[in-house]
């Protein structure tokens, strides 16, 4: 691939559907099984409509008040909202408003403050890959716990697992322990099979490890116009 090849929105969507399915063709698995997700946070809503006109149907955003307005500006579009960022438990039920899909479940008060909320949300619970506490995620051994409240929970459908490899670990073996994870939410959860995880620079890899759901930013967006 040129540098002149990967100039365009266009060009760099399709560069990533071809690495999609190579991947998925090295993995034996069925590209319809791999949902892409394109990640436009700190982008216009312009470029919403541009990847719409490509074709691209599923979204993501990780700051709510920039969210909440694109896609305000956008409530003309039949397109999914995917939240993928950390959501302040005070803001959840506003998240759910705009959002079909929260990514980024992580903690017991989350889980209760979305229990409120009208109809019912599509979540992936995230899971910390790295440690440290800070950083989102429900550490791994804690996941059932998490799973089981959120069962309870009138208001949450459990899709599946997300995480974000660390960037000091290979990604491979990174996603290999979410595989593991995902078969244990499973044992308590048998519909919640999805899973959310490869970005950028390691969705190969997290495809190899039975990614159903990526989400990519900058190899199709272009770099952010703020760092972020
Ligand atoms: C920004 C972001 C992405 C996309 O990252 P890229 O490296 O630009 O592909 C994916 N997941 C989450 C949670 C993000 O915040």
Known sequence: MTERARDTLAERLEAVQDGISNAARDAG???????????TKFHPASLVRELVALGVRDFGESRHQEARSKVAELSDLDVTWHFVGQVQSKK????????????????????????????????????????????????????????SRA?????????????????EENPRSAFARVRESSDQLQT?????????????????????????????????TGNRPQAG
């Open 92 to 147: 959840a039920r506003q998240v759910a408003q705009y959002s079909q899909v929260i990514h980024s479940v992580d903690r017991a008060p989350l889980v209760n403050a979305l229990a409120s909320q009208d109809g019912s949300v599509d979540c992936f619970l995230q899971i910390n890959l790295t440690g440290n506490p800070s950083r989102g995620g429900v550490a791994p051994d804690e996941l059932e716990q998490l799973a």
């Open 188 to 220: 308590l959860i048998p519909d919640a099979r999805w899973i959310s995880a490869g970005m950028s620079s390691d969705y190969r890899e997290a495809i190899m490890e039975g990614a159903t759901h990526l989400r990519i930013g900058t190899a199709i």
């Open 151 to 167: 069962l309870v929970t009138p208001g949450i459908n459990v899709l599946g697992v997300m995480a974000i490899a660390p960037l």
């Open 29 to 39: 698995r069925s590209t319809e099984d791999i949902s892409t997700i394109v990640v």
